[in-house]
């Protein structure tokens, strides 16, 4: 199992990106798959999670409106649509996996979540 994020880049403020995440060794519909974000010296934090039995999501209270999860209809990969970009969404963003619904033990409990991809950096700056 392994997973692959990219598309990150630097954006202007108020632009837009679209990560993926691309999944190796297991379908993405198997799992449930969650987007966090990271910047150095703070917290992990959770961005959005799309469930794995129903395609339901989640988002995170700071990007609610502005970004969406979704998944494509094969087997491996999982998009982050991200829109009206703010400095504050400059971070390091991950993909994960977890094996339960989006919903079990709150969308971004970071303990549900086993196999991480290696990051890709987003920053949003004029």
């Known amino acids: 199992v392994q997973l692959q994020a990219s598309g990150g880049g630097l954006v202007q403020p108020g632009g837009s990106l679209r990560l993926s995440c691309e999944a190796s060794?297991?379908?993405?519909?198997?799992?449930?798959i969650g987007w966090f974000r990271q910047v150095l010296g703070k917290e992990r934090e959770g961005v959005a999670c799309i469930s794995n039995s129903d395609g339901s999501t989640f988002e995170g209270d700071s990007v609610k409106g502005r970004f969406t999860i979704s998944r494509d209809r094969g087997q491996g990969t999982v998009y982050l649509q991200m829109n009206n970009l703010q400095p504050e969404d400059t971070a390091v963003y991950y993909c994960a996996t977890a094996p339960y619904h989006c919903s079990a033990y709150g969308p971004f409990s970071r303990w549900k979540y086993r196999t991480w991809g290696q990051g890709t950096l987003v920053t949003v700056s004029s």
């Open positions: 060794g297991f379908t993405v519909r198997s799992y449930s």
